[in-house]
């Protein structure tokens, strides 16, 4: 009788560690990317993020996307950039919205304020920048460029 319980015992806490790595892999993602792709915010973590919200009624919106994206293309082995529809849209009107403004960053579908913690933004363009700890550190209101963007991540890297 012994013996059996030993070996069921052995067995037992061989399964409780296995248990918890199944249910921590099988965990559903925090964030959700246009084209199926997801996430975790911890995955985040050491890089910069940028979080810009846009709309299509939002003139300085649109004007702001080429920047946008050249922000991206330049920095991305340091930073993380994402557009976020203010008016949330998903699937087919997103497309459509992504393919006629040129947005080339990804698209993040989950709120970032449910993600970070903060309010919807009362205006726009604004933008969100995190540091590699997940911390915000700014909201910027109106237009960005390439060169504001990478000035204000640099300000904090230098304080």
Do not use: H
Request: net charge negative; glycine share 4%; charged share 25%.
């Amino acid at each position: 009788m012994l013996k059996i319980k030993k070996y069921l015992l052995s067995r037992f806490i061989i399964l409780i560690p296995l248990t918890v790595i199944c249910l921590s892999a099988c965990s559903d993602p925090d964030y959700e990317i246009y084209n199926d792709s997801s996430g975790y915010v911890q995955d985040l973590q050491g890089k910069w993020v940028v979080i810009n919200y846009w709309a299509d009624w939002c003139p300085p919106c649109i004007k702001e996307m080429p920047e946008l994206s050249s922000f991206y293309d330049a920095n991305q082995q340091e930073v993380y950039v994402f557009a976020y529809n203010f008016d949330r849209l998903e699937g087919a009107e997103l497309k459509e919205q992504i393919v006629r403004f040129k947005v080339k960053v990804p698209s993040m579908l989950t709120d970032p304020g449910e993600l970070f913690g903060w309010e919807t933004p009362d205006s726009l363009p604004a933008t969100f920048i995190i540091d590699p700890k997940g911390v915000t550190k700014e909201m910027l209101i109106g237009p960005q460029t390439k060169e504001s963007l990478e000035k204000v991540i640099q300000k904090y890297k230098e304080s």
